[in-house]
């Protein structure tokens, strides 16, 4: 399922307008990035919660040449799956 599917499906199931139903799905969406940028855990429960790992800074090497390389700190989002989520997947 995409966005624009996710869009349809709460427009069919609510009635409201393509619009309005477009409007809410993006401001979801916004909501949970700019809570992820701050750091903040987000937490749908029975289905997944998002949070951001960070990782340190470490030398790794150029595949191409051997060569040492620095490699910069980072914080990256993490995806973990929630129980209820898992069993009705894994049913």
Known sequence: MNKLELVSALKN???VSK???ARVVQIFFD????AL???ERV????LCSFFVKEYKSYVGRNPKTGEPVEIPPKRLPFFKCGK???ERVDY
């Open 13 to 15: 199931s609510t009635g």
């Open 43 to 46: 937490e749908i429960r029975g």
């Open 84 to 86: 209820e989520l898992k």
């Open 37 to 39: 940028s701050e750091g």
């Open 31 to 34: 909501s949970m990035a700019d």
């Open 19 to 21: 619009t309005d139903a």
